[in-house]
């Protein structure tokens, strides 16, 4: 189980027991290790929490307070240019440059002499940096430079010299060195290193004969013995240059801390999975006898609270309601805190790394990458940046009940190319906290949810990613992200350039779910990302093999019975005939004889009685009454429980068809006379607010038995929750309003009367459809 603790057990156990509720989030360093393995250490092994590693400061931290583990020297050669270049301003290195960096210790004393700031490790003065460029290389002769030196060639105008330790001070060998006119001087430690120290050694004045006025650093061995060999040949001393001292480019962000401990851990689980500067992090002395005196620590507790800081910026964001509109807004704000795992996953999301792309989603070291808010949090007000008006977040909490690909969720959007500087940045993220583990278990996983991620880009072609990037689905993880492809800006482009889109639809199932049901979060981000309520057209045609008669291009599918829903993936439940309320889910013969009789299809059609989930169908079938020259009013009762909102079921979209409409035609364009079939009318209005603040929508299908044909069986319900969170509850119910004697029989005693989560809404789609060898696919 990786390794976990009786403390990760317990850690795993608080935040389980917590996993609907808006709960804490517990975030832990790895751990520090100076030697020996880089093993995580508890309670950062459990699964539940946030593991945060430690990377280095931001570069200009480096090159504003200059620090003696991270002096290199670049050697370069004679027909490169400058290593520095100009840069509004400032004085900055040239990447490209470089032929080799070579880490090197500062002297104590001189130029480098550490400045007095009160800690055991200070910076040296920020001038210094640079102060040698371009300057020739030579070996100092003799090589030891304990007496007077005998070289410089004339006309030289900077010059560095090389030299090896011998029998004289580090502080004599500098003065010849400046003696002889030379500009700097690197001594390289030739001696076998020494077991019980470093290998790089900072040197130390031995004398008070005067401070030298030269930049001298020391070279290990292992660095400086193959500068000896090249400086020993006179074709390549010709041609070598050296800048110094520098910083090296190794020493930010995006790169690890040598300290930061790291796994995988031995069941294959990622840890830590975000980083955070933790390296040189300034804070206040406690203690101090000056108000305001700062000091400067390294560690991975340094970096966990810049990332809870990061959550809490995180809840606020989501409590004053900018998701997903990147404005406040009261209708969007959430009332109750966010679950640990979706603050976890919005954590993940924002973190980045250099290499991440579709197949490098994590690194052993760097996790999932470094925490990143201006790539993930979008914003529309004025004073918002171009990247942050066009970015995009979605966040959702849902639920599993069951394992299985037919219980799962799917959920879709697109996105489009631009010129952003956060272009690349797109990714879908997945987390849940689930049960704990037993100690003696040998994977710490319990419950097991998988993402998948499929695209169509405007070309036509398509690919599909498991989560965190591997050949088939995860299997150890609580946290499973896709990194979108397809964000890299197109040269020249701009942000308002108009290109056509990407098309995505993901996937959330569970393998197993022997803990019973999952609560998970998911997470859409990126630049001009679009989450889109309907997933037609599906990626792939009609995905469901099988199950497919037909399909147009850019069309609905057709479905074989008793497959409905945009990709044949449903099966409506059979609720018999209508009748007043008796119970709730009182199944009667009819509706038991069907499930016995299609045992196949048995548990596809029982997951529709599931909690309503967030942009998720549930598909139910009634019994048409058809009287001989009657009309029959068939009304379908929507009661919601006391919510937050007094104004929720306005919100309510309904309308009737036996055409294959998807929803969003029929949401946003509104009821045609010709998507009503002869014979079939239906009233909508708010019935009487209940004693309990509860609401009522009646939805009144008027259905005449002469005009319609006889083809017309079955009434089917199609329920939907446009919206990322559950918050309203409702029961529904079919009963027939008039000619009842003739009417009731065998069936639900009530239809499906199930608490069920939605926050503002329940569209609810009513469809009158002919008993045949195909039904049209609506949603």
């Given amino acids: ?189 030739d001696r076998a290193p020494d077991p019980s120290g470093p290998t790089l050694m900072s040197m130390a004045a031995a004398d008070q004969a005067g401070e030298p006025g030269i930049v001298s650093l020391l070279l290990s061995r292992d660095v400086g013995h193959g500068l000896i060999i090249a400086l020993s040949r006179a074709d390549l001393a010709r041609r070598l240059r050296t800048t110094m001292p520098l910083q090296s480019a190794r020493f930010s962000a995006w790169e690890r801390a040598p300290f930061s401990a790291h796994g995988p851990l031995l069941d294959g689980r990622i840890k830590p999975e975000v980083m955070a500067p933790g390296h040189d992090v300034a804070s206040v002395a406690a203690g101090a006898s000056s108000c305001g005196a700062l000091r400067w620590e390294s560690g991975t507790s340094q970096a966990v609270p810049l990332v809870a800081g990061a959550a809490a910026l995180l809840a606020e964001y989501l409590r004053k309601g900018y998701v997903p509109g990147g404005m406040p807004s009261e209708d969007d704000a959430w009332k109750r805190r966010p679950t640990a795992s979706t603050l976890r996953a919005l954590l993940v999301a924002s973190a980045w790394h250099r290499e991440k792309s579709p197949a490098r989603v994590w690194t052993p070291e760097m996790g999932f990458g470094l925490v990143q808010l201006q790539g993930l949090m979008a914003f529309r007000t004025p004073t918002a940046s171009p990247e942050q008006r066009t970015g995009a977040l979605v966040v959702i909490e849902s639920e599993i009940a069951s394992p299985g690909v037919f219980a799962g969720q799917s959920f879709c959007f697109e996105f489009s190319k631009g010129a952003s500087s956060l272009a690349g940045r797109g990714a879908v993220t997945l987390a849940w906290s689930d049960s704990p583990s037993q100690l003696v278990a040998a994977s710490a996983l319990v419950n097991d949810l998988d993402l998948l991620v499929a695209c169509r880009d405007p070309g036509g072609a398509e690919d599909s990613v498991w989560g965190n990037g591997g050949p088939q689905s995860d299997r150890a993880n609580t946290v499973e992200q896709v990194v979108l492809t397809g964000f890299e800006a197109s040269p020249g482009a701009s942000d308002s350039d108009s290109q056509a889109p990407t098309f995505c639809q993901a996937w959330v199932q569970a393998r197993i779910l022997p803990a019973g049901a999952q609560p998970f979060s998911l997470v859409f981000n990126g630049p001009k990302l679009e989450f889109r309520p309907s997933c037609r057209p599906s990626v792939g045609e009609c995905w469901q093999q099988g199950r497919v008669v037909s399909a147009g291009a850019g069309q609905p599918c057709l479905c074989q019975e008793p497959w409905v829903g945009e990709d044949c993936d449903h099966i409506p439940l059979p609720l018999g005939s209508g009748s007043r309320p008796s119970g709730p889910g009182e199944f009667k013969a009819s509706t038991s004889s069907w499930l016995r009789s299609n045992k196949d299809f048995a548990s596809q059609a029982l997951a529709n009685l599931a909690p309503l989930q967030p942009f998720q169908w549930h598909f139910f079938r009634y019994d048409l009454c058809l009287v001989p020259d009657r009309v029959v009013s068939h009304r379908l009762v929507v009661t919601s429980r006391p919510h937050e909102r007094k104004d929720v079921m306005r919100f309510a979209k309904v309308a009737a068809s036996i055409e294959p409409l998807a929803i969003q035609n029929l949401a946003t364009k509104g009821l045609a006379p010709s998507d009503v079939p002869a014979g079939v009318s239906y009233t909508l209005h708010s019935g009487r607010p209940g004693s309990d603040a509860s609401e009522e929508i009646h939805i009144d299908v008027q259905i005449s038995a002469k005009d319609l044909e006889n083809t017309f069986k079955y009434l089917f319900v199609a329920v939907y929750s446009p919206l990322p969170r559950g918050e309203l509850y409702y029961n529904m119910s079919l009963t027939y309003m008039s000619l009842t004697d003739f009417c009731t029989g065998e069936g639900v005693a009530g239809g499906p009367s199930r608490a069920v989560h939605s926050r503002l809404l329940v569209a609810v789609m009513l469809l009158c459809m002919t008993f045949s060898d195909t039904l049209p696919t609506w949603g």
């Fill in 1 to 189: 189980n990786g390794g976990m603790s009786a403390i990760d057990v317990a850690v795993d156990s608080y935040v389980w027991f917590g996993r609907r509720e808006g709960g804490l989030l517990p975030i832990f360093p790895s751990g520090n290790v100076e030697t020996g393995p880089m093993r995580v250490n508890s309670p950062c092994k459990s699964k539940n929490s946030l593991c945060v590693g430690a990377a280095f400061n931001g570069r200009s931290d480096y090159l504003e307070r200059l620090q003696a583990e991270a002096t290199v020297l670049h050697v370069v050669s004679d027909d490169q240019q400058s290593c520095l270049a100009e840069a509004g301003g400032d004085l900055v290195l040239s990447s490209w440059c470089a032929l080799k960096e070579l880490s090197a210790a500062p002297s104590t004393f001189g130029p480098t002499r550490p400045l007095a700031c009160g800690a055991s490790k200070c910076p040296y003065d920020s001038k210094v940096l640079g102060s040698i460029a371009d300057a020739a290389l030579q070996l100092a002769k003799p090589l030891d430079a304990c007496q007077e030196l005998s070289n410089i060639a004339g006309g030289t105008p900077l010059v560095v010299l090389v030299a090896v330790r011998g029998n004289c001070t580090f502080a004599q060998k500098v003065r010849f060195a400046e003696r002889r006119g030379a500009n700097g001087l690197l001594i390289v430690d």
